[in-house]
């Protein structure tokens, strides 16, 4: 599509006072194909040539130069549709998919520039649980739309590895530990240990205040805290990985918070030089009245840092390690505040790349019945979804296609990619309501449902082994081939719109739509049937649905197994 793109703005570029850049971003994909395949907005030249956006179009239409890649041009009201050359679409569509294989929708929009992706960070001593998935799914899908972009990418799982809740755990396991159980099962321990503490807290809030002094030894170097706290860390990333390994997910960093205790001293330096510190009730801040906010808080009256003091030193930090082009915070919507204070910190200090970070905000995953919670044991482990997903997975193969080879590997890649779509294919800034029912439907416009056109096309291709390979996409003329036409030809344009807002789930309706173009295809136009060239084409079409259903899946971290 880009091709006919380049040629729209060659077309125009003489008749308008505007830049092929501002053209490009005027551009806009009509929500009907009958409008054509491209729509420019006459609205903008209205005040300069003083005339209203429909005798503008009209006027436009009337002076441009032929072009073979356009069957017509039409003034639509206030618009100048773009009708592509079907034949030429079809043709060069195919071809490119065909020869660019993986590679098709790449772009090097930002060669040479850094991405750094901040995502997942869950706290250690604590399982995986379901809510994490929003923030780890939707973060790897962002680093491959990304990277397909041309963006060298840096994906950080800035760790929960510092904080009161250590203390808390340090007093925890000194009162009731077991060693034993520690070692067999470490994280669902440490776990039991934590929600303990908070039930015996409850009943003695004496333990809060030896909680709080245990940290503070951990903040003071204390051997016994410090021996502790990295136990938990190590057993906790171990547990972690493995849980990642699961989702095929992995980071060019697992830089935590503590990472940048060394670092805090020099930062509030750095903040005091800029006159922006200033005590209040023994605590240090930087006030953000003039920006609306409440003070950002720095270091607590006990001299304890916070949140915000070690987001300052992991931004500074990551500026000058990797130079970025932009800084991607994928956390929830409830830390937005958090994100705006930090923001304006960085402004407040000088830092003009403060405008290149960016909160990737996102809804709660939440029970029928309120809010999970770590602390009241209502948590649902990620890996009890995921196991439950693959064997409901196992069970339906058993069913359907008993001889199935490799049962197993296809039940995990059905069921895990279930649960991952079922993320992002919701719009990110909405909660979701955690339902067993609606994790395990695999009904409808699912990860299965576009899987299942994949494998259908392999299996349509392995009936056809005696196709040699070649074809004339040119034959490919009817509504339904031209649909499919279409959505290929948009797959680059996709990627680029998944990646600039932020939502994976662009990329998720692209697939579940491509899946379904390919089904109304195949149920109207017969493909083994065919008679001779028109035969050869249809092949050469479905295999290029197949390679961007692939490419698709894999932007989402979802595989595409060949049999189902």
Known sequence: ??????????????????????????????????????????????????????????????????????????????????????????????????????????????????????????????????GHLRSTVIGHSLYRLYEALGYRCIGINHLGDWGTQFGKLIVAYLKWGNEERLQTDPINYLYELYVRFHQEAELDPQLDEEARSWFKKLEDGDQQARELWQRFRSLSLTEFKRIYQILDVEFDSYSGESFYNEMLDETIALVAEKDLASESEGALVVDLSEEGMPPCLLRKQDGATLYATRDLCAAIYRQQKYNFAQMLYVVGADQALHFRQLFAVLRKMGYAWADKCVHVPFGLIRYKDGKMSTRQGTLIFLEDVLQRATELAAKIIEEKNPGLVNKGEVARQVGIGAVIFGDLSNDRIKNIEFDWDKVLDFSGETAPYVQYAHARICSILRKAADWPGDYDASLLTTDEEQAVVGMLARFADTIKRAATTYKPSVMARYVVDLAAEFNRFYHQCPVLTAEGPLRNARLALIDAVRQVLVNGLYLLGIAAPEEM
Not at 11 to 21: C, F, R
Request: glycine letters at 6%; proline letters at 8%.
């Open 1 to 130: 599509m880009q091709t006919f793109r380049e040629e729209v703005i060659r077309l125009l570029l003489p008749h308008v006072p505007l830049e092929e850049q501002q053209i490009s971003e005027d551009l806009e994909t009509p929500p009907n194909p009958a409008l054509g395949d491209f729509a420019f907005p006459c609205f903008k030249l209205a005040k300069e040539k003083r005339q209203a956006p429909p005798k503008i179009a009209a006027e436009l239409v009337a002076s441009l130069a032929g072009s073979e890649l356009f069957e017509r041009v039409e003034a639509k009201g206030p618009y100048i549709n773009f009708y592509c050359n079907r034949k030429m679409l079809a043709r060069l569509t195919v071809e490119k998919v065909l020869s660019e294989k993986g590679a098709y929708g790449q772009q090097q929009i930002g060669a040479g520039q850094n991405i750094v992706i901040d995502f997942s960070a869950p706290n250690i001593a604590k399982p995986f649980g379901v």
